[in-house]
């Protein structure tokens, strides 16, 4: 495969339960993740860089209210805020994450800033907030600053309503080769504090590897974690020389299902060769790669069909 570089984006996989509620919010995702994708591009174009393009997509996402992270993250039972990311780099194996973060304006910055200023590779709660904030990523005083209008109806609702879709995530081939992958969000609707999904997990939600593919998770965290997602589609393209497109429907459809394990996810190797598949209703996503005659392709999609862009 002749690509010269491959950025994938998704905004959450399920029912889609909010469209249902909100019909005229579909013409916003379509728009916001084209958004997402030509900001990956402009990204690319300046620097060429993948953690560059992972960090500039996921803040357009953890901007907007649509998505489940940074603002409009959805609701822990008491109603507070709790914030997970995760990024990792394929050459290297480097990865920083972070959990519970309740101050941080941007996660996917702190992630950042967890593997390139510090000796860990996850930090969590109060420790992860202040880690942040003494290495100059921007914070908030007001854990509301994440809420909408629509995050504080959910607090009310969230016991009849299973969970709220969202989470965004990244994965991206850049021009030098290298694979990288991240994601961020508020975890599932009314979740206990102090619970974890597995966004932030290295080789549960997120994973890159030079040598294998980048991925990002979106889905029910809790099985995620335990059928270690990532990680086994890494060790499938890596070690078993399946295709990416093969390892991730053996992921989703036969290790996972709609019932145990409901979600989807955004993989590409170091081919440039991809998968954006899902075992729910529908997931916000999108596509967009270079050919080797320099033709860009894009596509952007909630349920099954794509439209090009
Ligand atoms: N995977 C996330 C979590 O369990 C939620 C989601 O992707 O919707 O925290």
């Not at 109806?153 to 994965?171: I, L, M, P, Q, Y």
């Not at 999904?197 to 995620?224: I, K, L, Q, R």
């Not at 320099?294 to 069909?305: F, K, Q, T």
Request: proline fraction near 1%.
């Amino acid at each position: 495969m002749d690509r010269k570089y491959v950025i994938l984006v998704h905004g959450g996989a399920g029912d889609l339960s909010e469209l249902a509620v909100h019909s005229d919010w579909e013409g916003l995702y379509y728009s916001s993740l084209e958004e997402a994708l030509r900001i990956g591009e402009r990204s690319m174009q300046e620097t060429g860089k993948g953690v560059d393009v992972v960090r500039a997509v996921i803040r357009h996402f953890e901007t907007s209210p649509l998505f489940n992270a940074g603002i409009g993250a959805t609701v822990n039972a008491d109603g507070s805020f709790e914030l997970d990311a995760c990024l990792m780099e394929g050459r290297d194996l480097s990865a920083g994450a972070v959990a519970g973060l309740r101050h941080v304006k941007h996660p996917i910055d702190a992630a950042y800033a967890v593997k390139t200023s510090s000796e860990h590779v996850f930090l969590a709660g109060e420790g992860a907030d202040l880690f942040a904030a003494h290495n100059g990523v921007d914070t908030v005083e007001d854990n509301m600053y994440f809420a909408t209008p629509d995050t504080m109806k959910w607090v009310d609702e969230f016991k009849a309503r299973s969970r709220k879709n969202g989470t965004v995530g990244c994965v991206v081939l850049d021009r030098e080769g290298n694979l990288v992958a991240g994601t961020s969000t508020g975890g599932i609707l009314g979740k206990k504090y102090g619970r974890v999904g597995d966004s932030p997990v290295v080789g549960a939600g997120t994973y890159a590897d030079n040598a294998g593919a980048a991925v990002s998770c979106t889905g029910h965290g809790e099985y995620f974690i335990r059928h270690n997602v990532a990680a086994n589609i890494n060790f499938r393209v890596k070690m078993m020389g399946q295709k990416v497109g093969d390892a991730v429907e053996e992921m989703l459809f036969h290790e996972l299902n709609a019932e145990a394990g409901n979600g989807g996810l955004i993989a590409v190797d170091r081919n440039g060769d991809f998968a954006l598949d899902f075992n729910s209703r529908g997931m916000f996503r999108g596509y967009l790669y270079r050919d080797g005659e320099d033709s860009l392709h894009g596509a952007v999609g909630i349920y099954r069909e794509m439209r090009t862009i």
